[in-house]
T-cell receptor, first 109, second 118 residues
Framework: GQNIDQPTEMTATEGAIVQINCTYQTSGFNGLFWYQQHAGEAPTFLSYNVLDGLEEKGRFSSFLSRSKGYSYLLLKELQMKDSASYLCAVKDSNYQLIWGAGTKLIIKP | GAVVSQHPSWVICKSGTSVKIECRSLDFQATTMFWYRQFPKQSLMLMATSNEGSKATYEQGVEKDKFLINHASLTLSTLTVTSAHPEDSSFYIC??????????????FGPGTRLTVL
């Protein structure tokens, strides 16, 4: 079966750095997305990785290793507004998005 | 950027009634739209893929006669929850694929509709 694993919840301090991991086992791979979802709102796009390596976009970076079935989202200089759920999603061989359950990130002052 | 709207934002209805939710792509034409359902503290669950001009493709376990999907134009897809029951109460989110996004094939999400069935 297809499976995406993320930690359920993480806590970090304002101003710090946090890394959210995602491991996947899917039938094929055509890219990996990270989305941010605030409570009661729809997901918003953060990043997309299709090749191995690190993609940096401001305070957020995303890394992919296809051989390991592994990705992480790195958030720097954390702000209170970064408190949200972070969803990892993989596009499989049929170009369907397979979603992880999301990681709830709690930022403390 | 690509914008997707949903209407209504929230709806409360009595058990047994039908509710229609609209999903519109505002600044691009979406040949494919997706309908998701999300229960509290759970991940997104794909319900169906809606293709303009053809029948929707439903995920396993989703009743197509209960969740009617119509994608009549390149900018509008509708989801009708027929004979709604309290267990249908959930957060319904649509997304649209922008063909112009190329290989990334990003999905743009609407703001969601919170349905409460009494």
């Amino acid at each position: 079966g297809q499976n995406i694993d993320q930690p359920t919840e993480m806590t970090a301090t304002e101003g710090a750095i946090v890394q959210i991991n995602c491991t996947y086992q899917t039938s094929g791979f055509n890219g990996l997305f990270w989305y941010q979802q605030h409570a009661g709102e729809a997901p918003t796009f953060l990043s997309y990785n299709v090749l191995d390596g690190l993609e940096e976009k401001g305070r957020f970076s995303s890394f992919l290793s296809r051989s390991k079935g592994y990705s992480y989202l790195l958030l720097k200089e954390l702000q209170m507004k970064d408190s949200a759920s972070y969803l990892c999603a993989v596009k499989d061989s049929n170009y369907q998005l397979i979603w992880g359950a999301g990681t709830k990130l709690i930022i403390k002052p | 950027g690509a914008v997707v709207s949903q209407h209504p934002s929230w709806v409360i209805c009595k058990s047994g009634t039908s509710v229609k939710i609209e999903c519109r792509s505002l600044d691009f034409q979406a040949t494919t739209m997706f309908w998701y359902r999300q229960f509290p503290k759970q991940s997104l669950m794909l319900m169906a893929t809606s293709n303009e001009g053809s029948k929707a493709t439903y995920e396993q376990g989703v009743e197509k006669d209960k969740f009617l999907i119509n994608h009549a134009s390149l900018t509008l897809s509708t989801l009708t929850v027929t004979s709604a029951h309290p267990e249908d109460s959930s957060f319904y989110i649509c997304s649209a694929r922008d063909p112009a996004s190329g290989g990334q094939d990003e999905q743009f999400f609407g703001p969601g509709t919170r349905l409460t069935v009494l």
